[in-house]
Nanobody
Framework: QVQVDESGGGFAQAGGSLRLSCIMSGLTFDDYAMGWFRQAPGNEREGVSCINWNGANAYVIPDVRGRFTISRDNAKNTLFLQMNMLKPRDTAMYYC???????????????????WGRGTQVTVSS
């Protein structure tokens, strides 16, 4: 069974920064493309960014492009999301998941994981 542990969320003021981490176990981490998702109250979960297995290719949605950077450390089974220039609309619960690799390369972020973690809450004040 895959276990997912997201951390690093918290409170930030607009313009501030946070760095999210996600540790996964129960799978061969570098076999998978990975992604970050977020869900704000009343909204559907949306993909934010994804990265291929070795970190050579990544995609971020236009809303966060230039502000968020995804990366990974395969030796530590860890996925990261560096979030800079935060905005109140970034407020959401953030989750990580394995994603469809070929879709990620083509700018689509779709999870292919059954067991999600609890997420980490990011709250940005204006």
């Amino acid at each position: 069974q895959v276990q997912v542990d997201e951390s690093g969320g918290g409170f930030a003021q607009a313009g501030g920064s946070l760095r999210l981490s996600c540790i996964m176990s129960g799978l061969t981490f570098d076999d998978y493309a990975m992604g970050w998702f977020r869900q704000a109250p009343g909204n559907e979960r949306e993909g934010v960014s994804c990265i291929n297995w070795n970190g050579a290719n990544a995609y971020v949605i236009p809303d966060v492009r230039g502000r968020f950077t995804i990366s990974r450390d395969n030796a530590k089974n860890t996925l990261f999301l560096q979030m800079n220039m935060l905005k109140p609309r970034d407020t959401a619960m953030y989750y990580c998941a394995t994603v469809q690799s070929q879709l990620c390369l083509n700018g689509r972020i779709e999870a292919n994981m059954k067991d999600w973690g609890r997420g980490t809450q990011v709250t940005v004040s204006s």
